[in-house]
């Protein structure tokens, strides 16, 4: 069982930067890929950026690649997301997702747990 609580959400202005946070609970994070998708109002739920678990293979979304950048800690059972260049289509929701299979998913449905979101709001 993982719980995964995110932070570090807000309002910015349109070209501004901001650095979300996903804190896991449990032994075995180092174990879990990682990701971060993002549901904008009236939208689904979409994919945004993916690491694996050692942290050695990144995916990004074509709408975030060159801006966004994942990362993550594990000593620390963190995972980040570092926002740069904002736009107002960036504005959604943002969760953080635990994928305990073997390899890498960009697919909501293979994350097995999830946080409960933390708004961004990037203003024009």
């Known amino acids: 069982q993982v719980q995964l609580v995110e932070s570090g959400g807000g309002l910015v202005q349109a070209g501004g930067s901001l650095r979300l946070s996903c804190a896991a609970s449990?032994?075995?994070?180092?174990?879990?890929?990682m990701g971060w998708f993002r549901q904008a109002p009236g939208k689904e739920r979409e994919f945004v950026a993916a690491?694996?678990?050692?942290?050695?293979?990144?995916y990004y979304a074509d709408s975030v690649k060159g801006r966004f950048t994942i990362s993550r800690d594990n000593a620390k059972n963190t995972v980040y997301l570092q926002m740069n260049s904002l736009k107002p289509e960036d504005t959604a929701v943002y969760y953080c997702?635990?994928?305990?299979?073997?390899?890498?998913?960009?697919?909501?449905?293979?994350?097995?747990?999830w946080g409960q979101g933390t708004q961004v709001t990037v203003s024009s």
């Open positions: 449990g032994r075995t994070f180092s174990s879990y890929a």
């Open positions: 690491i694996s678990w050692r942290g050695a293979n990144t």
């Open positions: 997702a635990a994928d305990n299979g073997g390899t890498v998913s960009l697919k909501i449905r293979e994350y097995d747990y």
